[in-house]
């Protein structure tokens, strides 16, 4: 070094030069060796592996700041006399370089810093405005998985006086009943087959249905015919049903289990919607289990291997199926699946990408013109989702599913004892005397000898599951606007070009803004803590465009048969 001072004297002034320019301050730091790194990886510790010319800089002082002492050292020994060679200039050389070497590292620290400092306030800001586009934390999601599953599991199954007699013996029903002629003209009989099955039936649905806060079951049965049901299930997570409700009426007919349950759609808009190829606009659920579809004899119902929830895998026993196993294990199972009623209209129909469930479509899938039709056909069934599975949920709630409060002599049903409940099934229609006095010595049994209390019980499965969900289902609405709009641009710009004249499907801005105002009436339901989760009022990022009238038929038409 000393035989070169001009040269690093030089060095050292263009160095100072340089930390005074805010733009050139960068090359003083660490350069990146990967041009696609992000800078927020680059952090101190990160850059402590790299060399750069501050760090050089730096070390350079440290050297000389030791030297400088070591001779300090050296003349204190020798009390102030020091032998010098004057035919060596390196000493003299050095003395000369050490300030220049200290002043210019400290000048370049001081700009380093500043910058570091400068670019970490940078990256705060820019962290505060990414925070509420990016995925929420794992622990975040798992608390709301948690907190939904322990708020919905006691509401899964139940109980709901769904029939009653009149005084000449005859069936009346309470609620509406896609099938109550059948029930109506089905004799008095009832078989010990039925009677078993639909008891095992029973004990699974009241321990297995599928809970989770992507997508679950609910299912009420009449309090004295558990032949006679009702089904509610929450659209699967990152479908066009996503967070709507959707209500199924089921019957388990005379020849049951030889014959599959009968299944209907309520959800339908008053008959104007047709949600999937496989659910019709009249409630018709089109499935290969069900027997309402020509599948391959395999995915027919049987008597031996259907069922009505659970399904079996060769050779091993039945396996409790929840959402959280339908996502991971759809594939590895699929056949079994397709042998359970209920999951097979959870996992087979409610899909992603319910366009391809049309026979012959699936062809198309994976090309330009399939992925276009399937992404307005979603853009239909998103809005119907928000009109008829959520907002008209809300306001018009089944009796069964709603919030109401029962109070009076429940029948209890206890799952353990599958006996008990083929003996109520297995004779005929009870008399008003067989009636009231078996109902006495249920109850007297139950309560121990004691008048039995009942508690209010709170069937509030609608209410419950739009609270918990409701900052979820208005971001959610807002992405299916923005890419229904987004839609919208590239259809405008292949009718100028291509001269086409075809609409997307028009936003479902209006019905969302109805479904924000029902959200922010909810109160907190009993047995809850308000969260605190809040949305804005409306989104200042979306643009009302104009668009066609509302299309209440998203699917395709009524004598195209849906596939499975």
């Known amino acids: 070094m000393a035989r070169h001072v001009p040269l690093y004297r030089a060095l050292l002034e263009l160095l100072r030069a340089t930390s005074t320019c805010t733009t050139l301050v960068p090359l003083l730091l660490p350069l990146s060796g990967d041009p696609g790194q992000d800078e927020e990886d680059e952090d101190e510790e990160h850059s402590e592996g790299q060399t750069s010319v501050g760090m050089l800089l730096a070390k350079m002082k440290t050297c ?13 020994k020798g009390k102030g006399v020091v032998k010098t060679d004057t035919s060596d ?11 220049d070497i200290q002043r210019t590292a400290e000048i370049v620290y001081a700009a380093t810093t500043s910058l570091r ?26 608390s709301v998985e948690e907190k939904y599953v322990a708020a919905m599991k006691k509401l899964q199954f139940d109980t709901f006086e769904m029939v009653s007699e009149d005084d000449d013996g005859k069936v009346m029903f309470k609620v509406n009943y896609h099938y109550m002629s059948q029930v109506k003209n089905a004799s008095d009989t009832n078989s010990a087959a039925r009677s078993r099955r639909l008891a095992q039936e029973a004990v699974t649905l009241s321990t297995s249905l599928p809970l989770s806060s992507s997508s679950s079951v609910f299912v009420r049965c009449d309090e004295e015919r558990l032949d006679i049901m009702k089904v509610l299930i929450t659209g699967p997570a ?11 009426d089921v019957y388990f007919p005379q020849d049951y289990p030889n014959s599959p ?6 959800t339908t808009g008053g008959h104007s919607v047709r949600f999937n190829p496989n659910l019709y606009n009249d409630g018709k659920v089109c499935l290969s289990i069900l027997n309402t579809w020509h599948g391959r004899p395999e995915e027919k119902w049987n008597p031996q291997t259907s069922s009505f929830l659970q399904f079996k895998t060769d ?10 196993f339908l996502m991971e294990h759809y594939q590895e199972h699929s056949n079994q699946l397709q042998k359970a009623v209920l999951v097979s209209v959870q996992s087979l129909i409610l899909v992603a990408e319910p366009y391809f469930n049309e026979p012959g479509y699936e062809r198309s899938r994976g090309t330009p013109s399939g992925t276009q039709s399937s992404r307005e056909y979603d853009g239909n069934i998103r809005q119907a989702s928000v009109k008829w599975a959520m907002l008209e949920q809300m306001r018009n709630p089944s009796p069964c599913f709603k919030e109401t409060d029962v109070q009076g002599k429940i029948t209890i049903f206890q799952p353990a004892h599958p006996e008990q409940l083929h003996s109520e099934m297995s004779g005929n229609k009870r008399n008003g005397g067989e009636e009231e006095e078996r109902s006495a010595e249920r109850n007297e049994r139950l309560s121990g000898g004691k008048e039995p209390e009942f508690p209010v019980v709170s069937l509030q499965v609608i209410h419950k599951h739009f609270y ?6 208005m971001s959610q609405c807002e992405e299916w606007i923005a890419d229904i709009q987004h839609m919208y641009h590239e259809r405008a710009v292949l009718n100028v070009c291509c001269n086409i004249n075809r609409a997307p499907p028009p936003p479902p801005q209006r019905h969302t803004a109805q479904l924000r105002e029902e959200l922010l009436k909810l109160p907190c339901p009993d047995g809850l803590e308000p969260d605190g989760d809040n949305f804005p009022e409306r989104s200042t990022g ?3 465009l104009p668009g066609p009238p509302d299309a209440e038929k998203p699917g395709g038409s009524q004598d195209s048969e849906g596939q499975l």
């Open 238 to 248: 990152d479908t066009p049903y996503a967070n709507g409700c959707f209500e199924f």
């Open 542 to 544: 979306l643009k009302e």
């Open 89 to 99: 200039p390196e000493p003299e050389g050095l003395t000369l370089l050490v300030p």
């Open 315 to 324: 050779g091993s026993p039945q396996l409790k199926v929840t959402g959280i």
């Open 468 to 473: 918990l969900k409701r900052v979820e289902i």
């Open 64 to 76: 000389v700041d030791t030297y400088t002492n070591r001779l300090r050292s050296k003349k204190d």
């Open 117 to 142: 400092q400068a670019n970490q306030e940078r990256k705060l800001v820019e962290c505060s405005r990414k925070v509420s586009s990016r995925p929420k934390p794992l622990y975040v999601l798992r």
């Open 261 to 266: 349950p009968l299944v209907n759609l309520e």
